[in-house]
């Protein structure tokens, strides 16, 4: 009688050539990336030395500066924030309704949909404030718009993936019953997608305080403008304060953010 030894295998051989093809493809990949990027060796060797000399020249810190300009260009950064993620709340709920294939059974809608979906995400929060300061000039009204579109696509993929995990039971309830639509939207989808909507709201105004806080340097107003002044005219003092500024927005937001999420949900 024969003795056959089997050895236990995690990947069969297709599965090792493909991840094989997988990491030489990575590496490859890589190397040609580090050719394409054109490192400056000389500018490596110094930056710790300009690093120094940087903080030098922002140090001591000018706090006098904050009630001047700083304050009120932090507001209007948190105001640009709030009415940019408000502007998209309204432009993405149809979007999200709309891609959500168990509630909108047309796929022409599905694919409109989430065309729009994926165009806003695609494209940068600077260069829709770019594209927005061109229409109508420097301001509020650009950095608002920008965070506006730029978080169209965000609050629609993830509130369109909710409403597909819904559990259908109360749905099909009160469908039986006659109900209409816009009832059963409220009753059925809403108190389910509720949490994870509250959540995506507040992680997305998160967000947006830290994309509306540099948005300012392309001309749509907020804190940046303030910050690319001084970097014009070398007030590096100026734009340690600023940057120090933004540092405490940013905490302050996180803080906010956890408290109200911890409250609500």
């Known amino acids: 009688m024969n003795n056959i030894n089997h050895s236990w295998e995690r990947f069969t051989v297709r599965e090792r050539l493909s991840r094989t093809i997988v ?24 930056a710790p030395e ?15 500066f904050y009630p ?24 993405s709920i149809p979007l999200a309704i709309m891609s959500a294939s168990n509630i909108v059974k047309n796929p022409i809608s599905h694919w ?19 594209f927005f300061v061109a229409i109508f000039g420097p301001g509020v009204i650009a950095g608002v718009l920008a965070i506006g579109f730029r978080s169209i696509g965000f609050i629609g993929k993830l509130l369109g993936e909710a409403l597909e995990e819904v559990n259908m039971g109360s749905v099909e309830a009160l469908r039986s019953t006659g109900t209409s639509w816009p009832i059963i939207m409220i009753k059925a989808y809403w108190p389910q997608v509720k949490p994870a909507f509250v959540s ?24 940046g403008v303030v ?13 340690s304060i600023s ?22 949900i």
């Not at 050719?35 to 060797?45: A, D, G, M, R």
């Not at 640009?80 to 309204?90: E, F, K, P, V």
């Not at 409109?112 to 770019?130: E, K, P, Q, T, Y």
């Not at 540099?214 to 804190?223: N, Q, S, W, Y």
């Open 200 to 223: 995506i709201i507040l992680f997305r105004w998160d967000i947006n305080v830290r994309e509306s806080a540099v948005l300012g340097m392309v001309g749509a107003g907020g804190i």
């Open 23 to 46: 990491y030489v493809i990575s590496v490859i990949t890589f190397v040609w990336s580090l050719k394409t990027v054109e490192i400056i060796p000389e500018f490596l060797y110094d």
């Open 50 to 64: 300009q690093m120094a000399d940087l903080f030098t020249r922002m140090w001591p810190i000018d706090f006098a």
């Open 112 to 130: 409109v949909a989430r065309f729009f979906l994926v165009s806003s995400r695609s494209v940068n929060s600077l260069i829709w404030a770019l």
């Open 68 to 91: 001047i300009k700083v304050h009120d260009a932090l507001i209007e950064t948190v105001n640009i924030a709030t009415l940019g993620t408000l502007t998209a709340i309204l432009m």
């Open 243 to 264: 940057l120090l500024t933004i540092f405490v927005l940013v905490i302050l937001a996180e803080i906010l953010v956890v408290s109200i999420r911890k409250r609500l």
């Open 227 to 239: 910050i690319n002044d001084s970097l014009n005219l070398f007030e590096w003092q100026r734009v």
